[in-house]
């Protein structure tokens, strides 16, 4: 179990004048040694904590929460070692799970959590459930209680604010998750003026996940967040995008080549290569693209 230190300061009483045999201390000499300890106190109030998360060993986080969002779709809350825990994972970064197929097979899967580390005392992520995924088993038949083997962070993008003047998206399925944690730390961060600009491309609309919470960013910051649904078995009544993303839907959704500008991809394999061809025909250049 993980034990979380903190650093204690001793209390002092001192009377003044202060007296001690063969010692005569003047008053600035009393004065810088309150502002030693006020440094000190400043230093390791102030620190970041220290997250949960060991980049080498597995480590097991008790399920607490398991709420079904779709009919394959779980949302599953995991506790840290206390109520004021950090996760300890960089934005743009994942970790590492650790389950058992239906064969009894150990399975490592990645997976983006879609807490940040001002969320304390838990860590959260959305899954789908393929019928026939082997990690998805693992999940489906997770009851809370279980733990979880988690080991992180991984990943090539650690965001730092302001790296970027804006972002376009391109997301499919499950690959919103990366976008989502990215998307929201910007969002919440007051001194990030980043915008972001997200298609997210699904099969049906039951498919799309955390709907809610994109459209909820769109509405409470309509100038720097915009999202745009693609289905390719979209409802009758459906504005949004049909088919496939299209580099048509790119150039006309996400922000245009630039220096400062940088285009992310996340999603099945085929699509990625797609958008990636989409992409260099629309002149982003390579330093302008990066893939989770």
Not at 49 to 63: I, N, S, V, W
Request: charged content about 20%.
């Amino acid at each position: 179990m993980w034990k979380m230190t903190s650093t204690l300061l001793p209390t002092f009483r001192v009377t003044w004048p202060l007296k001690t045999p063969g010692i005569e201390l003047s008053g600035f000499a009393v004065g810088l040694a309150a502002v030693g300890l006020a440094a000190v106190y400043f230093f390791y109030g102030r620190r970041k904590p220290k997250g949960c998360l060991d980049p080498e060993r597995f480590q097991d986080f008790k399920l607490v929460q398991k709420t079904r969002i779709s009919h394959n779709v779980g949302r599953f809350r995991f506790a840290l070692p206390t109520p004021t825990s950090v996760f300890g994972l960089p934005v743009g970064q994942h970790i590492i799970c650790r389950g058992k197929d239906d064969q009894g097979a150990e399975v490592i899967r990645p997976y983006t959590p879609i807490t940040l580390d001002s969320d304390v005392g838990f860590y959260e992520l959305v899954v789908k459930m393929y019928p026939k995924g082997q990690m998805s088993h693992h999940f489906r038949k997770m009851r809370e209680g279980d733990t979880l083997a988690v080991k992180g962070p991984r990943g090539r993008l650690i965001y730092k604010p302001g790296q970027a003047k804006a972002f376009g998206m391109l997301a499919g399925g499950t690959g919103i998750t990366p976008m989502f944690q990215l998307t929201r730390a910007i969002l919440e961060n007051p001194k990030d003026k980043t915008n972001v600009h997200l298609i997210y491309a699904n099969i049906s609309y039951d498919d799309i996940l955390l709907k809610d919470e994109l459209d909820g960013f769109a509405r409470k910051f309509p100038n720097r967040f915009k999202v745009f649904y693609v289905l390719s078995q979209p409802p009758e009544a459906w504005n949004g995008g049909i088919g496939h993303i299209s580099k048509e839907m790119i150039e006309k959704h996400c922000p245009a080549p630039a220096p400062d500008i940088q285009i992310l991809r996340c999603g099945p394999p085929g699509m990625n290569k797609a958008m990636a061809g989409h992409l260099v025909a629309l002149g982003y250049t390579p330093q302008m693209q990066f893939e989770f």
